[in-house]
């Protein structure tokens, strides 16, 4: 079983996107996939769930009493939501554990993450892999080699840089750049995603790529079909 968070310091970057479709992608491949997340929103509901997502127990209750409410998204793939992120001792203690117990229940976890490192460690240093979502404007660009220097470079399998405008100059440049800085590393960096319609209205629609057939579906499918091959 591979753990893999998806994470960045910016919100609105495209992180649950991304995470929903990696899974959606490995569940069609007949991976069995596990969501968790480190973000309380529980976007991930929003992304690929369209029936009633009230829950009380989630990740905490599944690591402290084996009772948490595992939702079935699509065919192989399963989310665990979070009820918040109060953390005691124990659950720090016994999340260890709670991963040794499913082990041989998935494939794959995904973790979706929140924006704030503090609340991450954790999760961070459950996972194998770390995906990077970026956005090409300074500010994003500036925020992931800052993130790059406070985590496990090592664990870093891609940068996908995401809502993508390519008609402007700034997005071309900043992603040019941190393509450059990017060199000669082990890490991915992929195509970018574009900021498309189709993909506000595919969300909307709570689909996800796989489940299209059209030129704008296959350009992206192409972009995580790169990533799944490195995770
Ligand atoms: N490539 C894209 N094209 C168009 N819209 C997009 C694209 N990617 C994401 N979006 C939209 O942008 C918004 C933010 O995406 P998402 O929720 O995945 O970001 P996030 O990093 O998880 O945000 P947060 O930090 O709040 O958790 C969503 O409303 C989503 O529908
Ligand atoms: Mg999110």
Same mark, same amino acid.
């Given at each position: 079983m591979?753990?893999?968070?998806?994470?960045?310091?910016k919100g609105g970057v495209?992180? @649950?996107?991304?995470t929903t479709?990696?899974?959606a992608g490995l569940?069609y491949? %007949?991976?069995?996939?596990?969501i &968790?997340?480190?973000d309380?929103?529980?976007?991930?509901f929003?992304f690929?769930?369209?029936?009633?997502?009230?829950?009380?127990k989630?990740?905490k209750a599944?690591?402290?009493?084996?009772?948490?409410e595992y939702?079935?998204?699509?065919?192989?793939l /399963?989310f665990?939501?979070l009820? %918040?992120v109060?953390f005691s001792n124990?659950?720090l203690?016994?999340v260890?554990e709670f991963i040794?117990r499913?082990k041989?229940e998935? %494939? /794959?976890? &995904?973790? %979706?993450?929140i924006p704030?490192?503090?609340?991450d460690?954790?999760?961070l240093? &459950?996972s194998?892999?770390i995906i990077?979502?970026?956005?090409?404007?300074?500010l @994003?660009?500036?925020s992931? &080699?800052e993130?790059l220097? @406070?985590?496990d470079?090592?664990k870093?399998k891609?940068?996908v840089?995401n809502?993508y405008?390519? @008609?402007?100059?700034?997005?071309?440049a900043?992603y040019?750049a941190?393509?450059?800085?990017?060199e000669?590393?082990?890490?991915? !960096?992929?195509?970018p995603?574009?900021?498309?319609?189709?993909?506000?209205?595919?969300?909307?629609?709570k689909k996800?790529?796989?489940?299209?057939?059209?030129?704008?579906a296959?350009k992206?499918?192409?972009? !995580?079909l790169?990533?799944l091959k490195?995770i």
């Open positions: 591979k753990i893999i968070s998806i994470k960045n310091n495209g992180k @649950t996107f991304i479709q990696l899974a569940a491949a %007949d991976k069995r996939v596990l &968790l997340t480190s309380p929103q529980n976007n991930v929003n690929l769930f369209k029936g009633d997502k009230t829950f009380k989630g990740l599944e690591v402290l009493k084996k009772d948490g939702f079935r998204l699509r065919s192989n /399963y665990l939501p009820e %918040d109060k124990q659950f203690k016994e260890v040794k499913i041989n998935f %494939d /794959y976890i &995904l973790i %979706d993450s704030t490192l503090k609340i460690e954790i999760f240093n &459950l194998d892999y990077i979502p970026s956005y090409a404007d300074e @994003t660009t500036e992931i &080699l993130l220097k @406070t985590i470079v090592s870093v891609a940068i840089t809502r405008k390519s @008609t402007s100059a700034v997005q071309k900043n040019t941190l393509k450059s800085d990017l000669g590393s082990s890490i991915l !960096f992929t195509d995603i574009e900021n498309l319609s189709f993909i506000e209205l595919m969300i909307q629609n996800t790529i796989w489940e299209y057939n059209n030129t704008f296959t992206v499918q192409k972009i !995580f790169e990533i490195v």
